[in-house]
């Protein structure tokens, strides 16, 4: 009889039925009513192959990518331009593991700018 932990690892390693993620009823619930009132749109956009879908989404992924990284490095260079706040991002995230401490890095010194009257990011 395998053990629990045996159990636990066949189960990740079995392909599962869907490759979808979990959904959530009440967005579920909101996009149907969307598309009740819009049914043309739905039926156009259903018509879409699916290469160009995925094609679609990976353009949307990559310039929000784009955008993130492009404010990332605003924010960098604002740090960079100001030792004071530099030094104060620096020490917040001294204890954090090698690993994460850039991305840490990023977050503390994005908090520092918003508070200094930087622009927030885009909505």
């Known amino acids: 009889m395998p053990s629990l932990s045996e ?3 066949a189960k990740r390693k079995a ?3 869907t490759q979808d993620p979990p959904r959530n009823a009440e967005l ?3 996009i149907d009513a969307f598309i ?3 049914r043309e749109l739905y ?3 259903n018509g879409y192959s699916k290469e160009y879908l995925v094609r679609q989404k990976m353009l949307s992924l990559m310039e929000a990518r784009s955008y993130r990284y492009a404010r990332n490095q605003e924010v960098l260079e604002w ?3 100001n030792p004071d706040v530099k030094a104060r991002v620096a020490e917040r995230v001294k204890h954090v593991p090698e690993e994460r401490r850039q991305s840490a890095f990023i977050n ?3 908090r520092e700018a918003q508070q200094h009257g930087m622009r ?3 909505p």
């Open 36 to 38: 009740k009132e819009n």
């Open 43 to 45: 039926e156009k956009i």
């Open 7 to 9: 159990e636990v690892a």
């Open 79 to 81: 740090v960079e331009q």
């Open 108 to 110: 503390v010194a994005k």
């Open 120 to 122: 927030g990011p885009r």
């Open 15 to 17: 392909p599962s039925q």
């Open 28 to 30: 579920d619930a909101k």
